[in-house]
């Protein structure tokens, strides 16, 4: 119970860790048809700039859940994640490994602001499957390679083993260049909370438009509501206070509160006072100028094989 208590869903683990997967996926050629036009695109690209080393320093797109000694092949996923939700890392990055680095350039950045936009309709999906059927119904049908049968969770992995989760909770987030559902675990002493990846699905009709969308960037949004407004909206599809916010944005506090405070006026995003913070959201309509010209995933429904398992805490 206490597992499932802290069982979070997040929107994306950013686009620096999904080009991580992006190099992954694009070597091996996968993800099926409608990766397709965005391995001739980013052949093209690639073919344009200059040439970097073959065999680059590549973060492992996912270690071993836990190996003998107890440490986990996670480590650089955790980083990630946390400059995402802090809201330090995005297009702007620079990945010292240099292949991963041009992949971010060159098959992330070009989709982003719609394949973000996809990755946070997943998610909301989910919360309202959690919403109106509980934890066991968003888990049952999170992916067809996932599995659920209190208190254990199930990926086929590929690979045996167990990690129980005592106490540590359980991340949950969605990706669109990773193809298979992977658990990123740290070292036992750390405490850090398992993070599962899984795959949103992207069908032909989804894919075409995540493809078409290279360079149209989130102008539209920008030239409705202003550019830094339009930060605003995209930095809240995560709640947070307005010092964070102005973090995320590069901005004071102050500036963050003034612009919170337009979008409030205008129904795009709420505000509830916690102690002596101010917690900022989207609102539904909000939410909806975020994700704008965005393909909607469809929902996973199948059960999953039997793999690697999740013990949840009893």
């Given at each position: 119970?206490?597992?499932l ?7 994306t ?11 992954d996926?694009?070597r ?21 700039v ?12 996912a270690?071993p ?12 996923l955790?980083?990630?994640l ?11 990055e ?15 950045a070009?989709?982003?602001?719609k ?5 946070q ?16 119904g968003?888990?049952?049908n999170?992916?067809t ?10 990926i086929?992995?590929g ?8 106490g ?31 795959p949103?699905?992207?069908?032909s009709a ?11 960037d ?5 030239a ?10 995209e ?9 964070e ?15 919170a ?22 609102t ?15 929902p ?15």
């Amino acid at each position: 119970m206490e597992d499932l208590a802290q069982l979070k869903v997040l929107p994306t683990v950013g686009p620096v860790a999904e080009a991580v997967f992006a190099v992954d996926l694009f070597r091996r050629g996968g993800g099926g048809a409608p990766f397709t036009r965005w391995r001739d695109a980013v052949n093209l690209r690639m073919r344009r700039v200059q040439p970097v080393p073959v065999t680059p320093r590549v973060p492992r797109p996912a270690g071993p859940p836990a190996s003998q000694d107890g440490t986990g092949g996670g480590a650089w996923l955790f980083d990630l994640l946390a400059q995402e939700q802090e809201g330090t890392s995005g297009d702007g990055e620079h990945p010292p490994d240099p292949v991963v680095r041009r992949m971010l350039q060159l098959g992330v950045a070009p989709y982003w602001g719609k394949a973000r936009g996809y990755l946070q309709i997943d998610r909301d999906y989910r919360c309202r499957v959690m919403a109106g059927g509980g934890i066991e119904g968003m888990l049952r049908n999170l992916h067809t390679w996932v599995g659920w049968r209190p208190p254990t969770l199930t990926i086929a992995s590929g690979r045996g083993g167990e990690i129980q989760l005592r106490g540590r909770g359980l991340a949950i987030v969605p990706s669109l260049f990773i193809d298979r559902p992977r658990i990123f675990t740290g070292p036992r002493d750390e405490q850090r909370t398992p993070v599962l990846v899984y795959p949103t699905i992207l069908d032909s009709a989804a894919a075409n438009t995540l493809w078409d969308s290279a360079g149209a960037d989130d102008r539209a949004l920008a030239a409705l509501v202003g550019r830094t407004r339009a930060r605003v909206l995209e930095a809240l599809t995560e709640t947070c206070n307005t010092s964070e916010l102005g973090r995320r944005l590069g901005i004071s506090p102050a500036a963050a509160s003034q612009h919170a405070a337009v979008l409030r006026g205008a129904g795009l995003i709420t505000s509830r006072r916690r102690f002596n913070t101010m917690l900022h959201s989207l609102t539904p309509l909000g939410s909806a100028l975020v994700t704008v010209g965005s393909p909607v995933p469809k929902p996973l429904t199948d059960r999953g094989d039997q793999g690697l398992e999740l013990t949840l805490a009893p």
